[in-house]
């Protein structure tokens, strides 16, 4: 698996964004450059959070740590986190050599000198580069901030072309946000958007847009329909879970991945990191996956960015 994952990095993808079922490129999504992202994502922020502590808690190292040994290989952070010195930590102490992982960080606080900020979170992690940089949310301009968000990932692009960091992206945008970087030289590469069976559309038509691009789309909390319980999915996913002798987990998981979104879920527990990893031996059929569209779109949840986005 690791070395079919090498080699797919290096194989020009000839459809862009595409998923073939059945075959190991099947735990991966292709970014316009050709880079492999591995599905799906540990992510080291929500409950790991802890900004402005810099001391390093074992805990969030050793869920890392556990999530590589069980074969995730794509860690998302973000500055905001705090978490940045515990990537660093497991990436030293996981076993398996940095180029084998997909490293993600994300800017916002520090956005006013993304140079500066890039550097801090290199130095942090302790490595030279990061395979994806993200904008973590369109909530800023010139006069909240001191920089716009054009000029922003001018200087995100600069540094990629130095080579610290391998693809860009954004998180959190609108298609208004995007539109903004129509023009840019360097195009947005990944979205990373709440997104699970009761959050189908974070923003209007952001889904099919970003899809009609080209731009990879990451669904973060993609198990709300657990924390959002009750809900009129509750004995959907049930059915469909017993008939594949899965858990909810897996089946919401898996929903996400076949709306061609690439799921980032995390676990304190290496039970559930290892069944929230083993969604590929079964294919949700078409009505599967419009019960769960229609049940899901009775509800609607949302965890994160509510005041900014309502
Ligand atoms: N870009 C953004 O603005 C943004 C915002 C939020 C999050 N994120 C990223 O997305 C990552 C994931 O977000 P999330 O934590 O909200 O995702 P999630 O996967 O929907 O939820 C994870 C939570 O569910 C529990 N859980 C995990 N597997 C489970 C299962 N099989 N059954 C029942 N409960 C389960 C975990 O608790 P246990 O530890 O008890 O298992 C954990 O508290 C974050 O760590 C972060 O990297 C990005």
Not at 214 to 219: R, T, Y
Not at 255 to 265: A, D, E, S
């Amino acid at each position: 698996m690791n070395r079919a994952w090498l080699i797919l990095r290096h194989i020009q993808p000839s459809t862009l964004n595409i998923r073939q079922l059945s075959t190991p490129a099947n735990m991966s999504f292709t970014l316009p450059s050709g880079a492999i992202v591995p599905v799906p994502a540990f992510g080291s922020g929500t409950k790991w959070y802890k900004p402005g502590d810099p001391t390093i808690n074992r805990a969030v190292v050793d869920a890392i740590v556990s999530a590589v040994k069980l074969g995730y290989r794509h860690i998302d952070c973000a500055e905001v986190y705090g978490t940045e010195g515990e990537v660093g930590v497991a990436i030293k102490e996981c076993g398996v050599p940095r180029e084998e992982l997909f490293i993600t960080g994300k800017i916002y606080q520090a956005i006013k000198d993304p140079r500066l900020a890039l550097t801090e979170t290199l130095k942090k992690m302790d490595t030279d580069y990061l395979d994806l940089y993200l904008i973590h949310c369109p909530f800023f301009d010139e006069k909240s901030h001191g920089i716009s968000i054009p000029k922003a990932w001018e200087i995100i692009s600069e540094l990629k072309a130095e080579g610290k960091i391998k693809d860009i992206g954004v998180s959190n945008f609108a298609i208004a946000d995007l539109e903004l970087l129509a023009d840019a030289e360097e195009k947005v590469a990944v979205n990373q958007i709440e997104f699970n069976a009761y959050l189908q559309d974070q923003t209007p038509g952001i889904v099919d847009y970003c899809h009609s691009k080209g731009i990879v789309l990451e669904a973060y909390t993609p198990l709300g329909p657990i924390a959002a319980k009750p809900g009129p999915l509750d004995p959907i996913i049930a059915k469909i879970a017993a008939k594949y002798g899965k858990d909810e987990g897996q089946i919401l998981l898996r929903w996400v991945y076949q709306r061609n979104v690439l799921p980032i879920t995390t676990s304190a527990k290496p039970a559930r990191q290892a069944s929230n990893k083993d969604i590929f031996g079964f294919e949700l059929t078409a009505e599967e996956m419009s019960e769960i569209n229609e049940f899901g779109s009775k509800k609607h949840y949302r965890s994160y960015w509510n005041a900014q986005m309502d």
